[in-house]
């Protein structure tokens, strides 16, 4: 079936403007996360959505990050007034549930690249 | 909130020869604890994973064994290949998301 897609796969803007990056999840996987991960570093979490909901934005490196989802499958991630340090590649999972112990599937990514 | 520590960084073997990542985790709340294989410009895909109520578990020539009381849990590979040159993480999962250890570049050497 299909895995979890991402789009757009690479993203070029100019310093301060916003962007929005799509996923969407494997059908019938109510649980989803964001990661973003800089260049030769690891995975660091962003967000995770359980059905529309997300109980906790902590992750969320600064106010102009927001995500939403809805419809309990597509979910948008924003940033706001770009910064060249927000270059990164966004990467999206999605697993069966949020039991915790459930296999989170990546999709392939979106590279952002802010000049 | 959980953190993932992962050694070494990078790791050279001979082909044929056997390669061993470690991680430790400071949550004993974490329950689940992938490891994920990234080769170049391509997503993270899931290779193996274990959960806390075992302590090994082997699919083919990986193995990965989970120490809950010393909360470090290892990758094993035997038999290594040209293939499974990669970037290699482990994770735990806490009370959002995964926490990653910082990757170990697996080099095969011929």
């Known amino acids: 079936g299909a895995g979890v897609s991402q789009s757009p796969s690479n993203k070029v803007t100019e310093k301060g403007k916003d962007v929005e990056l799509r996923c969407d999840p494997i059908s019938g996987h109510t649980a989803l996360y964001w990661y973003r991960q800089s260049l030769g570093q690891g995975l660091e979490f962003l967000i995770y959505?359980?059905?529309?909901?997300?109980?906790?934005k902590s992750g969320l490196p600064s106010d102009r990050f927001s995500a939403e989802r809805t419809g309990g499958s597509v979910s948008t991630l924003t940033i706001q007034r770009t910064q060249q340090e927000d270059s990164a590649v966004y990467l999206c999972?999605?697993?069966?549930?949020?039991?915790?112990?459930?296999?989170?599937?990546f999709g392939p990514g979106t590279r952002l690249t802010v000049l | 909130g959980e953190n993932v520590e992962q050694h070494p960084s990078t790791l050279s073997v001979q082909e044929g020869d056997s390669a061993v990542i470690k991680c430790t985790y400071s949550?004993?709340?974490?329950?689940?604890f992938p490891w994920y294989k990234q080769e170049l410009g391509k997503r993270p895909q899931l290779i193996i994973d274990?959960?806390?109520?075992?302590g090994e578990k082997k699919d083919q020539r990986i193995a990965v064994t989970l120490n809950k009381t010393a909360k470090h849990f290892s990758l094993h590979i035997t038999e290594t290949q040209p293939e499974d040159s990669a970037v290699y993480f482990c994770?735990?999962?806490?009370?959002?998301?995964?926490?990653f250890g910082k990757g170990t570049h697996l080099i095969i050497q011929p």
């Open positions: 949550d004993s709340a974490s329950n689940y």
């Open positions: 274990i959960r806390s109520n075992v």
């Open positions: 994770a735990a999962m806490w009370a959002d998301g995964l926490t």
């Open positions: 959505f359980q059905g529309n909901s997300a109980p906790d």
């Open positions: 999972a999605s697993s069966f549930s949020r039991g915790g112990t459930d296999t989170q599937y």
